[in-house]
């Protein structure tokens, strides 16, 4: 498919601005040469990303399994909320009294956002998941440098843990304290309580972690970190087991992050931008960044809170994906967050019994909003792997599960179906698994060859991290 610098045509496309009607002014750091933009008919942009997206693989096309990531449908109506002109339409710089209703939509969503998660305060203002561990951590590390405890530098990050994680702390210039898991695949008490000291930052936890196992521990866990003087923080980047049901604030932990592009339903990935607000017990109210939107007699408008860490992000953050998440969350009501999420563990375990009849399942016993399958047995009978069976999925227009992750599952597929499929499409997920089950066991061959019907076929994924191709060489 060409690009759009090899559709341009000198002279295409349109200039829809208007004539200048105030003065022009000089530039001291004008451009010498106009900038090299593509020229092409509206038309053919608009088929251009047209025939992009065709070639991908997205929540409207199809079954989207990814573990950790819960690609869960995202209402229209959402959007349709986010454009209205009051949102989408003013400026980061109008002054308050002009913008009662967005500063509203921020306490709401802070409110709600709050008592999901039994937090007392929130900042809107990180992009992402790993930029809410990075706020969060920050926090965390303002915190013990106000008390004049500066020895505390690690954090205790268990093996099965997000990626991202690890790669936060060091960002914030704390030492990771790795801890190996148990054999239920979560915190094991005893390698926890040798690795808590003088010098501990605090604890980064995942719970239910990304087996999918909610760690029954849970408060003993968070207690030892408090007795050693040290802060719980949460990844909430995937909430979608628990909203409604357990609070991770009344689990012990002070700090967490958010996914609102994972569970509250606003899109991520291609279709993003994010957002990864910090919530925190009043603690570490005192250090939330810049720019916090509060209600007053008088109105809303923002405070910045006394020993802010500063700005992680320009103003207030993505905000039209907190106007997303605050529709999501009025649309379904106390109730409907609650139903999500019990029927995204119902999901989770109905196709990880299904599964099970063909698939080795890493970890026994009833899973939360996602499970993870070992393929290690099909690799050794009939060297199939798990990346194999992923490509399979893609010929049967099924997005594949998250592949080779946690660690800790060799040949593993982590599954999370999400509330928003229906039963009849689990269970033609079933039999597509099944059938390539199947196949891997009488024609292997036919698995390694896997895809044929994708737009390209196997990619070189390490070349194409290592070597990626950013800019256009004209
Ligand atoms: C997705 C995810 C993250 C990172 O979120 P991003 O928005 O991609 O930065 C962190 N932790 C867990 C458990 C996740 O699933």
């Not at 921020?106 to 990180?126: H, N, S």
């Not at 007053?296 to 923002?302: A, H």
């Not at 563990?345 to 399958?373: P, T």
């Amino acid at each position: 498919m060409k690009l759009l610098f090899e559709k341009s045509v000198e002279g295409r496309g349109c200039s829809i601005l208007p004539p200048l009607d105030v003065p022009a002014c000089e530039p001291k750091e004008k451009r010498q040469a106009p900038l090299r933009l593509p020229q092409i008919a509206e038309v053919d942009i608009s088929r251009h990303y047209t025939e992009l997206a065709k070639r991908t693989h997205g929540v409207n096309d199809g079954f989207y399994p990814l573990g950790s990531c819960t690609m869960k449908y995202n209402p229209k109506i959402n959007d349709e909320m986010a454009a209205l002109p009051g949102f989408a339409k003013v400026h980061p710089l109008q002054p308050a009294h002009t913008v009662q209703g967005c500063l509203k939509v921020l306490t709401l969503a802070e409110k709600y956002l709050c008592e999901i998660t039994g937090m007392d305060a929130m900042t809107f203002q990180p992009a992402a998941g790993a930029h809410g561990e990075f706020t969060g951590l920050l926090l965390i590390k303002a915190y013990h440098k106000s008390r004049g405890d500066t020895r505390r530098t690690k954090i205790i990050v268990p093996d099965a843990a997000h990626g991202t994680n690890p790669a936060s702390a060091t960002m914030a210039g704390m030492q990771i304290v790795n801890i190996p898991s148990n054999e239920e695949g979560c915190v094991d008490i005893e390698k926890l309580k040798a690795a808590v000291g003088e010098d501990t930052a605090g604890l980064m936890l995942t719970n239910p972690n990304t087996v999918g196992i909610f760690d029954k521990n849970i408060l003993q866990i968070t207690k030892i970190i408090h007795d050693a003087g040290g802060l719980n923080y949460y990844d909430g980047a995937n909430l979608n087991a628990v909203m409604g049901v357990v609070r991770p604030g009344d689990m012990g932990f002070d700090v967490i992050h958010l996914n609102l592009h994972k569970t509250f339903s606003t899109p991520h990935g291609g279709g993003g931008p994010g957002s990864g607000p910090v919530g925190c017990k009043e603690l570490l109210k005192p250090f939330l960044p810049l720019y916090h939107a509060v209600q007053t007699d008088d109105g809303y408008r923002f405070d910045s809170p006394k020993q802010s860490i500063g700005s992680v992000k320009a103003f207030y953050g993505n905000f039209a994906v907190v106007v997303k998440a605050l529709t999501y969350i009025l649309t379904l009501g106390a109730e409907g967050i609650r139903e999500a999420s019990q029927n995204a563990v119902l999901n989770a375990n109905y196709l990880k019994s299904r599964l099970s009849q063909w698939y080795d399942i890493a970890y026994d016993g009833i899973c939360m909003h996602e499970f993870v399958m070992t393929l290690e047995n099909l690799k050794k009978e009939h060297g199939v792997t798990a990346m194999d069976v992923a490509k399979m999925l893609l010929d049967n227009g099924i997005h594949p599960p998250t592949m080779y992750f946690p660690l800790i599952v060799h040949e593993a597929l982590m599954v999370e179906p999400t509330e928003t499929e229906s039963k009849d499409t689990l269970d033609q997920a079933a039999e597509v698994f099944h059938a390539i089950y199947q196949k891997a066991c009488e024609d292997p061959e036919a698995l390694h060859q896997a895809p044929t019907t994708t737009p390209v076929r196997r990619l070189d994924e390490v070349g194409a991290a290592r070597n990626p191709v950013l800019k256009y060489p004209f």
